[in-house]
């Protein structure tokens, strides 16, 4: 977890803590395809692992056909059309972005564990892991401070992401199967990581140890300049931010269960605040709720959306396909 860095390492307007995926990688917040992880000024980035849409998949949509794209378009509407009474409910559209989230999330946890899995024993050991992210086996000392900084910053890392693989491991084979490295590489979808999710973000962040996140903590290394007369904007969002949304119980600073409500993203929200938006944006005759013409008639609004997941669902056919 890392803040107000960049990847470089340099000074950014980001307070958020950022999950370090394998490698170190930030996980992407979810957002459109291709977007970069959101500061504080966009949104607290949540542990979330939102997928690019790859360059063949987006040519390959980018190929279809506006009668082809319409098909697609048309059998996804009547999946989400959970009732099949031919109109979506804010619950139905709510529904099936979650499911979305989920999907993608897995399958891109799944993908990973194919390719780190070399023998293919069904097992991601700690070693495999390690020759297919770092093409070689690291094994730091944990009591030894490393002198060059950044040779320190990836030893903490390297030490947090073996922490993280060895608590994901439930059973007594030292090595992952693929729900147990969803696990690892996701552990806000899983509620055995939750308190692993939450001792990892005290430490970033409880700088003195009592076991709460201050504001001054919240806000981390930053430090107003002595000649500007007030914070900047950002500064200023964070603190409203940490007031009225993460501090419950308005006690000045983050408890544990506080502290998820940062650093886990709230999915369900999320989804409810879009298939709300969608239905306000595209609902013609006030029914709060959409119809096949409706979404046909705002389909650009509609395959920008993460109702679709920003299109990816029109080429993916688990989606799209006509069930039978």
């Known amino acids: 977890c890392r803040v107000g860095r960049d990847p470089s390492g340099s000074s950014c307007p980001t307070l958020c803590p950022v999950w370090t995926g394998p490698g170190g990688g930030p996980l992407l917040r979810r957002g459109p395809a291709g977007a970069l992880p959101a500061g504080p000024a966009g949104g607290a980035g949540p542990l979330t692992g939102r997928v690019a849409v790859p360059q063949e998949e987006a040519e390959e949509y980018a190929r279809l056909s506006p009668e082809?794209?319409?098909?697609?378009?048309?059998?996804?509407?009547?999946?989400?059309?959970?009732?099949?009474?031919?109109?979506?409910?804010?619950?139905?559209?709510?529904?099936?972005?979650?499911?979305?989230?989920?999907?993608?999330?897995?399958?891109?946890?799944?993908?990973?564990?194919?390719?780190?899995?070399?023998?293919?024993?069904g097992l991601v050991s700690w070693k495999e892991y390690n020759l297919q992210m770092y093409d070689r086996v690291i094994d730091f000392d944990e009591n030894t401070v490393l002198e060059d900084q950044e040779e320190e910053s990836f030893r903490q890392l390297h030490l947090k992401?073996?922490?993280?693989?060895?608590?994901?491991?439930?059973?007594?084979?030292?090595?992952?199967?693929?729900?147990?490295?969803?696990?690892?590489?996701h552990p806000e979808e899983v509620e055995y990581m939750t308190d692993f999710v939450i001792q990892e973000a005290l430490e970033e962040h409880d700088k003195d140890g009592d076991g709460f996140v201050s504001l001054e903590e919240?806000?981390?290394?930053?430090?107003?300049?002595?000649?500007?007369?007030?914070?900047?904007?950002?500064i200023l969002v964070e603190k409203d931010r940490f007031v009225n949304d993460y501090d419950k119980d308005h006690d000045g600073k983050l408890n544990p269960q506080e502290l998820l409500s940062w650093i886990v993203p709230n999915n369900q929200g999320i989804a409810q605040e879009e298939a709300v938006h969608l239905i306000e944006e595209m609902d013609l005759n006030d029914d709060k709720k959409?119809?096949?013409?409706?979404?046909?008639?705002?389909?650009?609004?509609?395959?920008n959306s993460e109702a679709t997941d920003y299109g990816r669902q029109l080429h993916d056919e688990r989606f799209y396909h006509e069930e039978l």
Do not use: C, M
């Open 290 to 303: 959409l119809s096949e013409a409706e979404i046909l008639k705002n389909q650009d609004l509609f395959l």
């Open 68 to 121: 082809e794209q319409q098909r697609r378009l048309k059998n996804i509407v009547k999946k989400i059309d959970a009732d099949a009474d031919g109109l979506l409910s804010e619950d139905e559209l709510s529904s099936w972005i979650q499911q979305s989230f989920k999907h993608y999330v897995t399958q891109e946890a799944k993908q990973h564990f194919s390719d780190y899995d070399k023998d293919g024993d």
């Open 218 to 234: 919240f806000l981390g290394d930053y430090r107003r300049d002595p000649t500007a007369r007030e914070d900047p904007e950002w």
């Open 161 to 185: 992401e073996k922490k993280r693989f060895e608590k994901a491991n439930r059973d007594d084979v030292p090595a992952l199967n693929v729900d147990e490295y969803i696990a690892f590489e």
